[in-house]
């Protein structure tokens, strides 16, 4: 199983891919829009002339089998991420189960290729720094496009430092073993998206930018903000799809 979040999947993937619409939907927090379509813009042509197609060929060739082993390895490395981040937020359940799946998975998974963990009910919830300082009460601040990353906010940013030195693969010493890992887990990411683009409806921009706030929000509240807009297919008012989006 890959361990992405479908909104977090539609947000790279629109992120990285399409042009936006010329329609504009302002948004509040979002002051710096012009920027950020322009960073924006420029996501979209490294995805287009590069990443797309590296992972098109990485998709066309990997077996899904290995694709899905590929992504639960990645997945499982993250569990650490979810461990600390709990704990930081006190929420001792989640943290438990976090460190049973990173146990589970790495030990009878075969290193986290395999996923075991769900299967026993150890259902996956990841946390990063960016909720934690949301749990504090620091508020998300302006939404930001950052360049090949994608949809943040200032807060999110800053939490990037701490989430970068929570996951494992940072302290991989040979660099060539550090970047190959970085390399693959981003190739293996953008694979799994190529059959969402469709979703994204409209002005892409606009899309991106109030999913990726809304979901933001619903993850810091753990849910406690609403339902989740983005559960069981449903979009709410301004996200409504038909099952022909998916058509092929």
Known sequence: MKSIHWLGGVCVAAALSGCASTGQ??????????FNRGVYQFNDTLDRYALKPIAQGYDTVTPDPVQDGVGNFFSNLGEI????????????GNAGVASGRFLVNTILGVGGVLDPATRMGLDENEED????????????????????????????????????YTYPVTYVEDDKWRYGLTFLRYVDLRASLLDQEALIQ????????????????FEVTNGAAGEDPFASGGFGDDFEYSEDDFAE
């Not at 991420?81 to 001792?92: A, E, K």
């Open 25 to 34: 939907d302002s948004n509040p927090q979002d002051p710096w829009e012009g």
């Open 81 to 92: 991420r979810t461990v600390f981040n709990s704990i930081l937020q006190w929420q001792w």
């Open 129 to 164: 720094f960016g909720q934690t300082l949301g749990v504090w009460g620091v508020d998300s601040g302006p939404y930001l496009v950052l360049p090949i990353l994608g949809p943040s906010t200032v807060r999110d940013t800053s939490g990037l430092p701490v989430d970068m």
């Open 202 to 217: 409209g002005d892409r921009y606009s899309f991106i930018r109030d999913a990726y706030l809304q979901r933001r929000q």
